[in-house]
Structures are given as C-alpha cells and as structure tokens.
C-alpha cells in the first residue's frame, strides 16, 4: 500500500544543482518523518538528510550541510531534496525513505523508494 516515487534525476554537471522529489501515498504523510538516503556506486548506503514531520526540524550530513535545502509540503504528500556544487563523487541512486513513528536512529527506516539516479559528470 505505501508507495515512495523518486523523481527528478539525470545528468548534472559538475558544479551545477539538482532538485529531487518524492512523492508519497498509503499512509498519512504528515505523521512521519521523512529521509533522503543515497548509494553511489559500489558503495554503501549514505544518509543525506531527514525532516520532521511538519518540516519544523531539519537535519544534514556534515558533507552536504551549506549547500543542501530538505524541505516537505505536507499538502501535496511531497519531499523535496535541493543541492548545490555537486560534485562527481556524488554520482548515486538518490532514496526517499519513510521512518517509522516512534525511533532513536536515523536508520529506522520502514520504507524505502525505488531511487532516482543522479549523475554528475561533464
């Protein structure tokens, strides 16, 4: 029943910005925190970025921190993800992940989209 669909992918340049989104269905949005967790290839996962329900709190990865904006609008059932300079180490499957009500860990995750990739290259 719960569906997370990424979009917003393709090729970046280097330097250049993207914008991410993820919309969301089968469950009340506004109740869950969201995340947006990346895997570049043959790497492991890498948490992103997360917001809390009503987008009051925000929190970021030390490496995208000052160039990076979460944000939800809760009225559209939508995350969105917006990055600026990205660089070609950042070349990955971006995810949209949902966590569960009650947790203690930024990996609590219950559902997971199936990804949008992101290619920055020139």
């Known amino acids: 029943e719960v569906q997370l669909v990424e979009s917003g992918g393709g090729l970046v340049q280097p330097g250049g910005s993207l914008r991410l989104s993820c919309t969301a269905s089968g469950f009340v949005f506004d109740d869950y925190d969201m995340s947006w967790v990346r895997q570049a290839p043959g790497k492991g996962l890498e948490w992103v970025s997360g917001?809390?329900?009503?987008?009051?709190?925000?929190y970021y990865a030390d490496t995208v921190k000052d160039r990076s904006t979460i944000s939800r609008d809760n009225a559209k059932n939508t995350l969105y993800l917006e990055m600026n300079s990205l660089k070609s180490e950042e070349t990955a499957v971006y995810y949209c992940?949902?966590?569960?009500?009650?947790?203690?860990?930024?990996?609590?995750?219950?559902?997971w989209g199936k990804g949008t990739l992101v290619t920055v290259s020139s």
């Open positions: 917001i809390s329900w009503n987008g009051g709190r925000t």
């Open positions: 992940a949902k966590h569960r009500r009650d947790y203690s860990d930024h990996w609590d995750m219950d559902y």
